[in-house]
């Protein structure tokens, strides 16, 4: 069974349509995208003593190093296969035979994900081949008493070109070959739900967390990354070699096929979630993320859809919280003002719908994925807010930067690459997405469930207080 | 024997010969440098192309910047580097985007299809489209990427025919990732292109005896701006800058510099050797980093003009006011132990300095991507006992931190987070905390930025304590005074 987005349609009568307008230029500016192989090493690095190790050139790791150390502000480890000319020409076999070793020996880690990339792919690497060699080598290593358990080691070739996809269809491919690798058939139940969470930061995997704990229901998440890009700093518990912390453990993703159901909260993730359904008959529910009220209480339905619990008064009260926000503000602040969206399909999405029951107009919508769900989300959206919606579907920032200077936008929602926007036409930026580096905070805290909703509408309410209130004014008074 | 092999590269024994401790005994055996990272370490080093379009072309102000590439090198070419610009060009007008350089990367965004069938056709159309979108820009650079360098794409081919077409220079630099050893490989291919390509192609408005060429600085957080503001006070024109801050135009005519300075001497000696050979224009080697390099630069510059009189005014000027606060913090960190992993050279730039002007222990220095000769002066300018090491991994870092523990580290974003999880502070080094770094008042950005990280009182809160003092008896107690915040202005006056 697949659950699909049931946003009511008949809900007003001055029906809201939607625009669509793909790129037009065979130029690329300022893209709102990045490879695969990045989404890929973020859900590794959400294992219990994953590595990510990129076959490709050493900028494949570096780049994607510097790129998610400026976001969360901690240490990304990332192993690469170094490739150069010599294996352009005679093939990279060497490179990750002996990357795969290394780390094993060095690292002992639990799971190690073989990360192609477009060089590797480009040159014809028979990763899948060459990993299959390696084991069948540490193994034989194994024997010897130094070695003894380099054999346990999980590895798992992931093939992220990145002339193909997204760095979120990179990660929907990661998930799907860690379940494909590493699960294990069962005809067991264990009561739990596996929820994908998708790329999202660790103050909403955290919120997850806190979500499913009020409710009494167990998940497993595929991957978690809220320890890892967020974590503590205390020497006296770190030990060489350097781990990111947490994560899913190799044993829990063996597992995944004894649950419940799965939801993927980011519908561009859907991938691991089919394949449990279809190899393992997992129920899965393909949803887009609980940003705002109604896709929280979405969410909170399809975990009762899955298990049987019920809402707990606390839950109640964290919604009631956000309503009281909402109802004491939304209308006097935010109402018929006109927003611009700009970031991953299903963030967006979901932030369009938030911004739709604050009274706010989600004027345009923008990203940089080709997934047409995006549009049809947002024809959903359109006709429950009431208003017409511009999509930018497949586009850039510049598209979105000149949409913003043509027309009547009274706040901007996106990353951080948006303050030149924001210096240039003066309209408030509130930070929201990836990556988020030059304010601190963002990553850490929760834009998803009642809380981060409520969080979402201080922040849009605060920017908008300072933009279009003057500070002297009587009317700030009460 | 001066190699060491740590033990965390007992698997990998050909890590030995890249790291070395000196000893006064030393043989003169070279620490191996510039050859390929063993597959599977966590190494810093980046791609060739990453050294092109990162380091030398996209500093340039007034270029459309083209990544030849799938979407993913385009993404990580933007916004990786913090060197602003000015909109002022070489004929007074201005450009009309400020900050042109970091606001914009451009991409062809190839597809599987591109893959198969070739991406020239896409190149042609996104430079096309380029120039149409950014119309006042002077010039056009694109650059190979892993996928372009391997499906063959002939990139000079459609440069050529585009130049024409559109009446501006289009360029194309060959800098496919996979291409060398690190970025440093981008650097040499990006200083051949253009010279071969731009230099000597076009005439400056005016000359004067008094002309240089900036080489080699790329205005990490402004660092261009204070070497240049001391040139002028000089009397010294800069008539190029290669490539901080500069245009087009200015790199086309560096063979009108009378006298080319070449600061990042990794990244930029290639063309300053080009253009001597060609043109006859002598250079020289110049370090602005720390009071006494500068001190010494700006007087070999001034020897060089007869501006002896003139240099002494700059240095006056610029030197007096920093004296006390610099001495301030000499006084903080005298006998801190510091590690320093730079990029390329900067770990021989400042090993010296930090040592001499602010009585730090160097202890130990890394480079990703020197060369050899690099090696040699850093061999030369530590300490005994330190230890020197190539292209180092991160397991190596955490073994080094265990045995040394060292007061700070000045390293990079993707050291850095480790570093301070292990209880120890960091710097960035490749770009800045708060720079410029780079002049007399930059030296004292630096100093008081390792002042600040050493001193911020939370290195002395990392743990819990069970069983501390009340807090009044705290107050007394001597790590919290040492760690506690002083103004470095009041105790110095």
Redesign the interface.
Known sequence: MTFVDNITEDTCANCGNVNVMKRERSLIINPLKTCQPLGAMYAILGVEKGIPLVHGSQGCSTFVRYHLARHFREPIEIAVTSLHESAAVFGGRKNINSGIKNIALRYRPELIGAITTCSSEIIGDDVFGFVDTTKRELKEMAEEEQYKGIDNVKVVPIPTPSFVGTHFTGYNVAVNSLIQNVTEPSDEKNGKINLIPGIINPGDTKELKHIMHLLGAEATYLTDISDAFDAPLRPSTESTPFFQKGGVTVDEIKDVSKAEGTITICKYAKSGAETLETTHKVPAIIESPPIGLQNTDKFLRNIQLLTDVEIPESLLNERGLLVDLIADIAARYLFDKNVAIVGDPDLVTGMARLVGELGMNPTVVCTGSDDVTFSEDMKKIAKEVGTDIDVLLDQDLRAFELYVKDNEIDIMLGNSDLRFINYETKIPLVRFGYPTYDRVGYHSNPIMGYRGAKRLTEMITNAVLEKYYDPYHWKLQQ | MPYKLFD?NK??PERKEHVYVKHCNDDDEDIKCNT???????????????GSKGVIGGAIKDVIQ?VH????????G???KRYPSQPNMPDGSEFPID?FNI??????????S??VFGGTK?LK??II??NK?FPYATAIYCYA???T???GDDMDAVAKELSEELGKDVVAFNTA??????QSKGHHIANNTIFDRLVGTKEPPKTTEYDIGLIGEYNIDGDLWVIEKYLKEMGVNVLSRFTGDSTHDEICWMHRTKLNLVRCQRSATYIAELIEEKYGTPYLKVDFFSVQYCVDNLRAIGRHFGLEEEAEKVIKKYLYPIKEELAFYKEKLTGKKVYIFSGGPKSWHLSTPIENELGMEVIAVASEFEHADGFVKMKDRVRQGATIVDDPN??EL??MI?NDKPDIILAG??E???V????VPSIMIHSYENGPYIGFEGFLNLAKDIYAYVNTPVWNM??FDPNSQNEDNNIDNETISNGSKQSAVGAGK
């Open positions: 965390v698997e990998i390929s990272t063993i597959p599977g370490c966590m190494t810093a080093r980046g791609c060739v192309y990453a083209v590439s799938p979407v993913g090198c385009t993404t990580y933007g916004g990786a900050n606001k914009y990367v451009c991409g062809t965004d190839l597809k599987e591109d893959v896409k159309q996104a489209d380029a979108e990427t892993c996928t360098g391997l499906i990732g996979f291409a060398g050893p690190s991160t397991l955490e073994e265990a974003i993707k850095k987070y480790l301070h999880k292990l209880g990392l743990e």
